[in-house]
């Protein structure tokens, strides 16, 4: 069986995710910008989460472009991540709206720790399946970001209960790690692109 329609569900599930969490802003009801003040906090998860799921929109499609095909076995794993990330919308909304409280800045990283566990299991599925030698487990390598990040999600969950300001720190420093591109996987593509032309 082909990815595309594993992707195509994916991208449509990633896309209902997105306009779930637009349609949570609240527009101010005044003109000037003391009314978007009590807006701030929600704005910024909204920004942050956007960027979450774009990471995982990117890396998602990058992966699936380098697999040959699919199984039972990576439906399952790929619905386990979706089920994390259609998580995020809840906890967004509820780390901005309660401005950044503890429980549930803290319940924001448990979902991104989730969806880091569940986009790793994918991971470790198509490798499985498609070899130790395969396209993805050779570009992936020791796979560092992987690894930092639920370390680093596990710290900001604890760090939530001393200063939700910690926890909001290591949501960006993670966000910005996987923004750095790795650009191993496109250049593969571009050179199997190259050598069917």
Known sequence: MKTQRLEA???????IILTIMVLELKIPHGDTWADIKPLVPVLLSYILSFV????YW????????????TTGGMLWANLHLLFWLSLIPFTTGWMGENHFA???TAAYGVVMLGAAIAYWVLQRTIIRSQGSNSALAKLIGRDLKGKISPVLYILAIGGAFIHPAIAGF???VVAAIWLL???RIELHLAEIEHAEA
Do not use: C, E, Q
């Open 52 to 55: 979450y799921i774009g990471i």
């Open 9 to 15: 569900f994916s991208d449509g599930v990633l896309a």
């Open 170 to 172: 290591l949501y960006v």
């Open 181 to 183: 591109p790795d650009r």
């Open 58 to 69: 990117n890396n998602h499609h990058h992966m699936l472009h380098v697999t040959t095909r």
């Open 102 to 104: 503890a429980i549930p």
